[in-house]
């Protein structure tokens, strides 16, 4: 059951995630620029708010679907929740720059980005599930319309 409180940002989170499984089909190139930007403003954000208030990030204990998740969150993650949520952070403006290069670097930020949203998906509602899911995808379909038009110039650092 998802609170009052999730039902906005839980819808739009999933009409942006079937936004941009749409624009990876049809417009790759724009796809590529907005999923930079996605994991650039997370990458950002997750900064900031593991610096000035971490124990935010413990109620998405109570929302994971794996009790590992569960279990995970509420033990050591709850002792290093700043620690680890910086990594988390660095992986994600990690694949934000490597989204924007060409070659095995943007392959690689696919890689990484495929990960990430497929690793919080057992967070349920809180990572507003099946929108991860179609992520992961939207990444691939950019990936493959990219090849399969062979556009050389999608690359935003050559």
């Given at each position: 059951?998802?609170?009052?409180?999730?039902?906005?940002?839980?819808?739009?989170?999933?009409?942006?995630?079937?936004?941009?499984?749409?624009?990876?089909?049809?417009?790759?190139?724009?796809?590529?620029?907005?999923?930079?930007?996605?994991?650039?403003?997370?990458g950002l954000f997750n900064i900031y708010t593991a610096m000035t208030e971490?124990?935010?990030?413990?109620?998405?204990?109570?929302?994971?679907?794996?009790?590992?998740?569960?279990?995970?969150?509420?033990?050591?993650?709850?002792?290093?929740t700043q620690e680890i949520v910086l990594a988390i952070a660095l992986g994600q403006l990690c694949v934000?720059?490597?989204?924007?290069?060409?070659?095995?670097?943007?392959?690689?930020?696919?890689?990484?980005?495929?990960?990430?949203?497929?690793?919080?998906?057992?967070?349920?509602?809180?990572?507003?599930?099946?929108?991860?899911?179609?992520?992961?995808?939207?990444?691939?379909?950019?990936?493959?319309?990219?090849?399969?038009?062979?556009?050389?110039?999608?690359?935003?650092?050559?």
């Open positions: 059951m998802i609170g009052p409180e999730f039902i906005a940002p839980y819808t739009i989170s999933n009409i942006v995630s079937v936004v941009l499984l749409v624009s990876a089909y049809r417009w790759p190139r724009i796809s590529r620029i907005l999923f930079v930007l996605i994991f650039l403003i997370a971490p124990e935010a990030y413990l109620f998405y204990g109570d929302m994971a679907v794996l009790e590992p998740y569960r279990h995970f969150i509420h033990g050591f993650f709850s002792i290093h934000a720059a490597l989204l924007s290069f060409k070659g095995k670097l943007f392959k690689l930020g696919i890689v990484g980005g495929v990960i990430f949203f497929i690793a919080i998906t057992p967070l349920g509602i809180g990572s507003a599930f099946p929108a991860t899911l179609l992520m992961a995808i939207a990444l691939i379909t950019m990936h493959y319309q990219l090849v399969k038009r062979r556009d050389k110039d999608a690359y935003l650092i050559t």
